[in-house]
């Protein structure tokens, strides 16, 4: 499996990352012989059915799932300093995966009218969808009318800037809100749970498309109306919403949290009505995903405004 390099945003640096799961991603997406006669029917099977990434799961949440919390923070160099809680006190390998952090670990930029980083994961960003060559890969495009399930939304976004995260199994799996705004309910689209993990992506950008996935419309001042979607993955044992539907809710305020497992955001912001931070930009331009924080700036409302 080749390296997967992304660039960090607090450094600038290169780095490559340190993949939980590794050797199970390589037999379920490798192009040996072992990974083509027995990982693809594994594959179908763990992605297509429910029950597999439900009883991972329930076991996630067992007591005795605990013992593995210690040597993953070890493992992984997660900071323990910033978990709002101490580590003794997590009850499951679950409790400590969807962990809150100190306010203070991930403050909140607060420029008017800027937009923020909504959850901490590694990040696509695009300008104008309808004038890129490929989401991630060259020539590569899932279908937006696929992806909302609305033909009218995807038209109404075919033209739009989009922001793609990634949420490694190491990483927070709490999002927030991009923006001042007022949400709508969440709507549920039933999907596969495939991997999103680049090893996966790159062979099937449709993926986006298909995974079971939850979108909420955002209306705002600054960005007009804003879509959000949860992208569920393999081994997400839920997609949890935490936030009151049809009440303001301010830039930073949780919306919810994905349960065990990789998973996926992505943010559709109407046809300029953000700029995009260039140096978010000029990673995707380079063709590296760019690791942010949640809460880091994101970008400014456009000069035309809503």
């Not at 910033?82 to 670990?105: G, H, I, M, Q, T």
Request: hydrophobic residues 40%.
């Amino acid at each position: 499996m080749d390296p997967i390099v992304y660039i960090d945003r607090v450094s600038g640096k290169k780095e490559t990352e340190q993949v939980y799961g590794a050797a199970a991603l390589k037999f379920l997406y490798g192009d040996d012989f072992l990974s083509k006669i027995f990982g693809a029917p594994a594959l179908h099977l763990a992605s297509r059915l429910p029950f597999f990434s439900s009883l991972y799961g329930w076991w996630q949440n067992r007591p005795a799932s605990r013992r593995k919390i210690v040597p993953f923070i070890k493992e992984f160099g997660l900071d323990a300093s910033e978990f709002a809680k101490p580590v003794e006190e997590f009850s499951s390998f679950n409790d400590f995966f969807v962990r809150k952090l100190k306010p203070e670990a991930r403050p909140i930029a607060s420029e008017d009218n800027a937009a923020i980083i909504p959850a901490d994961g590694r990040y696509w960003f695009y300008e104008d969808i309808s004038k890129v060559e490929g989401f991630v890969i060259k020539d590569e495009k899932f279908c937006l009318k696929t992806l909302l399930d609305d033909p009218k939304l995807a038209s109404e976004y075919a033209n739009a800037s989009m922001v793609m995260a990634r949420l490694c199994p190491t990483d927070y799996h709490r999002y927030h809100f991009p923006c001042d705004c007022t949400p709508s309910d969440t709507r549920f689209i039933n999907g596969w749970l495939y991997s999103v993990n680049p090893v996966a992506v790159r062979k099937d950008i449709h993926i986006f498309a298909q995974n079971k996935r939850t979108l909420c419309e955002l209306q705002t001042k600054s960005f007009g109306k804003v879509l959000f979607l949860e992208i569920g993955a393999t081994s997400v044992g839920s997609i949890n919403q935490t936030y009151t539907p049809d009440q303001p809710h301010s830039k930073g305020d949780e919306k919810g949290y994905f349960s065990f497992g990789a998973s996926a955001l992505i943010i559709l912001f109407s046809q300029k009505s953000i700029v995009f931070d260039e140096d978010l930009l000029d990673a995707t331009r380079q063709g590296y995903e760019i690791r942010c924080l949640k809460g880091q700036r994101m970008g400014q409302q456009a000069a035309n405004g809503f």
